[in-house]
């Protein structure tokens, strides 16, 4: 079956500077993989999605993330912390054959001045 | 892409009673589903609720606690029953789009349970 582990389950970096949000994945081919972000109070909102067309997918609000095979991974980069992008970070795997979504435990970005 | 809201967006109940959460989607859509988000938790999948059919619930979940309704194409309802303090959660649904495997959520309805 396939599943998501996410490294991390919080991350404190400075505003201006890199973030790194470290998921890996467990499949036994190549699956789709989703970035969901979760502002406090409100709902969940797809950052960027892999569907095997590209391996480097960019998303919304300066994110991206790359699929890689040979580390089973699917990271969720940005080069420039914003406040604004503190929220928790969900990384999902469809699952099954009826469009259901498993989700990581999420990572909480903090991001200080 | 497919917006979604619910109602209430929050709610306080008292142990023993229910509460039901409305879904409403700007669209027709297929597949609708039911999460639910304890404290500092991910989201676990309820059930999926597909219109003219019964919901599939998930290991864990159960009918008789969380029955659901599926009346048309963009609404749907997930009743809490006999609740208690342990039900205090955020109740998120979402709708699949086109790409059955992409699903837009709605706000989510916290609910405290005393």
């Known amino acids: 079956a396939q599943s998501v582990t996410q490294l991390d389950s919080h991350v404190s970096v400075s505003e201006g500077t890199p973030v790194l949000l470290r998921c890996n994945y467990s499949?036994?081919?190549?699956?789709?993989l989703f970035w969901y972000v979760q502002h406090p109070n409100k709902g969940l909102q797809l950052l960027l999605k892999?569907?095997?067309?590209?391996?480097l997918v960019k998303g919304i609000n300066g994110f991206e993330a790359e699929f890689k095979k040979s580390e089973t991974s699917f990271h969720l980069t940005k080069p420039s912390a914003h406040m604004s992008d503190a929220a928790e970070y969900f990384c999902?795997?469809?699952?099954?054959?009826?469009?259901?979504?498993?989700f990581g435990t999420g990572t909480r970005l903090q991001v200080t001045l | 892409s497919a917006v979604i809201s619910q109602k209430p967006s929050r709610d306080i109940c008292q142990r023993g009673t229910s509460l039901t959460i409305q879904c409403q989607v700007d669209?027709?859509?297929?597949?609708m589903f039911w999460y639910r988000q304890q404290p500092g938790q991910s989201l676990t999948l309820i059930a999926t609720?597909?219109?003219?059919?019964?919901?599939?619930?998930e290991s864990g979940f159960v009918i008789d606690k969380f029955p659901i309704s599926r009346p048309n194409l963009t609404f749907s309802t997930l009743t809490v029953s006999n609740m208690s303090p342990e039900d205090s959660s955020i109740y998120l649904c979402?709708?699949?789009?086109?790409?059955?495997?992409?699903?837009?959520f709605g706000p989510g309805t916290r609910l405290t349970v005393l």
């Open positions: 979402s709708a699949a789009g086109t790409d059955y495997n992409e699903q837009f």
């Open positions: 499949s036994s081919y190549s699956p789709s």
């Open positions: 892999y569907t095997s067309a590209a391996t």
């Open positions: 999902v795997v469809p699952t099954g054959t009826a469009s259901k979504l498993t």
């Open positions: 669209s027709q859509v297929t597949m």
């Open positions: 609720a597909n219109q003219g059919s019964e919901a599939t619930y």
